[in-house]
């Protein structure tokens, strides 16, 4: 969304605890909070005999890049850090690269 220079619109959606869900419904759910913790338990995961779920925690604000980035995805993530400083929101986290500067 932020690359096509989108702002969130009532979307506070909070995540499940997917593992927990991946237990409930008799699948091996593990839980990577640190990236140290990614490799062993999806090694763990493929050893298991059974279907397994995976689920790696990052920041909501850790931004995506592809192996390469588009004029029109520069364009787009300049008028989304614009729109959520214009709407009042760029210090909420919304555009975080910008927060500190503009609070300066």
Known sequence: MKAAGILDFATSLHN??????????GLMGLTAKTPEQVRPMIDQALAHDGPALVEVLVSRQELSMPPTITLDQVTGFGLFTLRAVLSGRGDHGECS???????R
Do not use: I, K, V
């Open 16 to 25: 499940p605890d997917f593992a927990r869900l991946a237990e409930a419904a």
């Open 97 to 103: 690269p910008t927060r500190g500067r503009l609070m």
